[in-house]
């Protein structure tokens, strides 16, 4: 399991393009914070429910579903991860 409270912006980064390329067969060295996972990628909405669940599984944690509609990029991913930890106000 991720611990989303012990890693950098950087290091989510890494986990959320690494998990990509092993998910959906990608090249690593296409992957940037700015790619888009729907125009640049080609992950449909099954493929982007199938994330979730993966991410929910490594994280423990499940992105909540307003947070998920606003996802387009890896780095909105990144953010979404991150805000994970953020204690709740």
């Known amino acids: 399991m991720i611990a ?11 986990c959320v393009i690494d998990l990509l ?8 060295a ?7 996972l729907y125009a640049d990628l ?5 493929d982007a429910v199938d994330l979730a669940v993966k991410l929910k599984q490594l994280t423990g944690k499940r992105l909540q579903p307003e ?5 387009r990029t890896i780095g909105d991913v990144v953010d ?3 805000g994970m930890t953020e204690p709740a106000a």
């Open 4 to 14: 989303l409270n012990e890693m950098s912006k950087d290091q989510l980064q890494i």
């Open 42 to 46: 080609d992950i449909d909405s099954i």
């Open 80 to 82: 979404a991860l991150a």
């Open 67 to 71: 947070v998920f509609k606003t996802i």
């Open 21 to 28: 390329v092993e998910m959906f067969e990608l090249d690593k």
């Open 30 to 36: 296409n992957l940037s914070a700015d790619s888009n």
